[in-house]
T-cell receptor
Framework: SQTIHQWPATLVQPVGSPLSLECTVEGTSNPNLYWYRQAAGRGLQLLFYSVGIGQISSEVPQNLSASRPQDRQFILSSKKLLLSDSGFYLC????????????FGPGTRLTVT | AQTVTQSQPEMSVQEAETVTLSCTYDTSENNYYLFWYKQPPSRQMILVIRQEAYKQQNATENRFSVNFQKAAKSFSLKISDSQLGDTAMYFCAFMKRGAQKLVFGQGTRLTINP
């Protein structure tokens, strides 16, 4: 069966510091991968998605970036965090092709101070 | 652009009762998918049920069922015989066929009381 991991689970970072959140998927090959952000009390907003190694699509222009160095690894980064980057970050995966069910990881709670 | 609206910010029912959560959406697309996700206090999003727009039959998963009204652009979730473990935020989501983006509503906080 497939599993998705995210780390760290929680993170407190000062404004202006860099960020790296990691997501890995096990039990499947060539998945579609996604990064979402959930602000407090709100729904999820898609930030980035990837349909293959090195292929990144951005949905929301901001100071965040994403990379996919390996087939089942997805990284969310920032060079300098802003206060507005605080939130709950969720990674998700889906099978490639015509299957639209997305399965989410446990999430990372980021607080920028 | 597609939008998803959940008009009930909070709901509360007694255990074993049936509850219906509302969702409406706006789209000009004809081929799409609709989903309900559950987010318990652990905050992990869990897929509850999915509906393909081309299917007239409403999807059902055990105690969870939907009422999909395509013309009205309505997609409600019914939870029968509610259990304490159903306490969670519930999100309605839309995805255009062929796209990657899930568009979420703002969520409904459901509390099941003993």
């Amino acid at each position: 069966s497939q599993t998705i991991h995210q780390w760290p689970a929680t993170l407190v970072q000062p404004v202006g510091s860099p960020l790296s959140l990691e997501c890995t998927v096990e039990g499947t090959s060539n998945p579609n991968l996604y990064w979402y952000r959930q602000a407090a009390g709100r729904g999820l907003q898609l930030l980035f998605y990837s349909v293959g190694i090195g292929q990144i699509s951005s949905e929301v222009p901001q100071n965040l970036s994403a990379s996919r160095p390996q087939d089942r690894q997805f990284i969310l980064s920032s060079k300098k965090l802003l206060l507005s980057d605080s939130g709950f970050y969720l990674c998700a995966w889906s099978l490639a092709g015509d299957n639209y069910e997305q399965y989410f990881g446990p999430g990372t709670r980021l607080t920028v101070t | 652009a597609q939008t998803v609206t959940q008009s009930q910010p909070e709901m509360s029912v007694q255990e074993a009762e049936t509850v219906t959560l509302s969702c409406t959406y706006d789209t000009s697309e004809n081929n799409y998918y609709l989903f309900w996700y559950k987010q318990p206090p652990s905050r992990q999003m869990i897929l509850v049920i999915r509906q393909e727009a081309y299917k007239q039959q409403n999807a059902t998963e055990n105690r969870f069922s939907v009422n999909f009204q395509k013309a009205a652009k309505s997609f409600s979730l019914k939870i029968s015989d509610s259990q304490l473990g159903d306490t969670a935020m519930y999100f309605c989501a839309f995805m255009k066929r062929g796209a990657q983006k899930l568009v979420f509503g703002q969520g409904t906080r459901l509390t099941i009381n003993p």
